[in-house]
């Protein structure tokens, strides 16, 4: 595959390269000009890694499902060792554990595969592995895009995170557990990069809304020890939180009901994605009534690019948000925009390191 373009592009790709990129005569000429072979390999190893990342991802869940990460750990094991327990055949799992090493996630040496950096930093990661094990819902809802983009299929995720659709639908315990430890797990993350984007010194009393089984609140307690802190959420996810005593729970949805007053800072950590405009106005309208005057909104969740597209958040969470059912991945502008429209001033936005994590968007109430 010799590439889609092969010259470089400029900000407003002009008509002749887009046909000199799509010709085939011109690739095969390009890819033997030194000056722009580089763009010509460039582009194609670009498109192919677009095309094979579906396995990719199926690759990594296989590693997660057979705990090869742990299993490496020690020190390099074959694959003749590694496959009884796993129930492969050898050939099989040399396939698996040279596909592993491809993408960086083990190290090869001799016959044996061992833990690459990037496979530590994995398993390093709170929550990763139960992230990419609950992908499969996703990959099913995605089997057919053509019918998913249509709204003809019921996607599964939907009902993997039923909160989203209220208090009603998220009150099974069993599966509001199941969906609380995800949340807790893949919290972690968003906290560290929301606490080093946000200043919270001036704060004295921070409620967190939606906030889950605490997990933001919780490395809140540990940065800024002496700030009151309010957990608001639903009554089925507050029965899952182990809280320790300077985080006060207060069951409640804010879909049906007004939000506590007495905080001047309101979080709202991966919320606003999850809901759709009319949801999320009804929400910062009802945060606006109870902040005070000079009160603080933090928003904190991963933000489309917005005229500047993003490689993650508006492929990744944009069709993950569409499975859900319910919400939609928004750029800060938005963002912005529906804040102001909720009456708060000073917008400031904070782009954040890792845009797949979190970035920040912040407000005052005037």
């Known amino acids: 595959m010799s590439g889609l373009a092969a010259a470089p592009q400029t900000g407003r790709m002009p008509g002749l390269i887009q046909r000199l990129a799509s010709s085939r005569k011109f690739q095969s000429w390009a890819v033997r000009m030194p000056v722009l072979r580089w763009f010509v ?13 579906f396995v ?28 009884p327990a796993a129930g492969l055949t050898p050939e099989r799992m040399q ?54 983009l249509r709204g003809e299929t019921s996607p599964e995720l939907a009902r993997f995170w039923p909160y989203v ?16 430890t995800l949340m807790s797990d893949s919290q972690t993350l ?8 946000v200043d919270l010194k001036a704060a004295r009393h921070l409620m967190d809304v939606g906030g889950g089984t605490g997990a933001f609140l919780r490395a809140v307690a540990v940065a800024h020890p002496g700030l009151r ?22 069951p409640g949805s804010f879909r049906d009901d007004p939000l506590p007053q007495g905080a001047d800072t309101i979080s709202l950590v991966r919320v606003l994605y999850d809901h759709a405009d009319p949801t999320v106005r009804a929400l910062l309208a009802r945060v606006h009534a109870a902040l ?23 492929v990744y969470f944009a069709f993950y948000c569409m499975a859900m059912g319910t919400g939609r991945t928004r750029s800060a502008s938005e963002i912005a925009a529906l804040l102001a429209e909720a009456g708060f001033t000073g917008i400031q936005v904070r782009p954040g390191l890792r845009p797949y994590v979190t970035s920040v968007v912040t407000a005052n109430r005037a």
């Open 190 to 197: 968003v906290a560290e990069d929301a606490l080093r984007l």
């Open 229 to 250: 802190l309010t957990l608001f959420d639903l009554p089925a996810v507050l029965d899952n939180a182990r809280l320790p005593p300077q985080i006060t729970p207060v």
């Open 41 to 53: 390999a460039r582009e194609g190893a670009v498109l192919f890694d677009v095309i094979q990342g």
């Open 56 to 83: 990719r991802s199926q690759v990594l869940m296989a590693l997660v499902e057979l705990d090869i990460f742990a299993a490496v750990e020690a020190g390099p094991k074959t694959a003749a060792a590694l496959a």
């Open 292 to 314: 005070p005057p000079g009160g603080r909104v933090i928003v904190a969740e991963p933000m489309g690019g917005g005229t500047r597209p993003d490689s993650a958040t508006d």
């Open 95 to 148: 396939v698996l554990l040279q596909a592993g090493a491809a993408l960086g996630l083990l190290r090869r040496k001799g016959d044996g595969f061992f833990l690459s950096r990037r496979g530590a930093a994995f398993l390093g990661v709170p929550g990763l592995a139960g992230m990419v094990r609950h992908h499969a819902v996703l990959y099913r809802d995605l089997t057919d895009p053509v019918a998913f």
């Open 165 to 180: 659709f209220g208090a009603e639908a998220a009150a099974d315990p069993t599966v509001a557990a199941t969906y609380s």
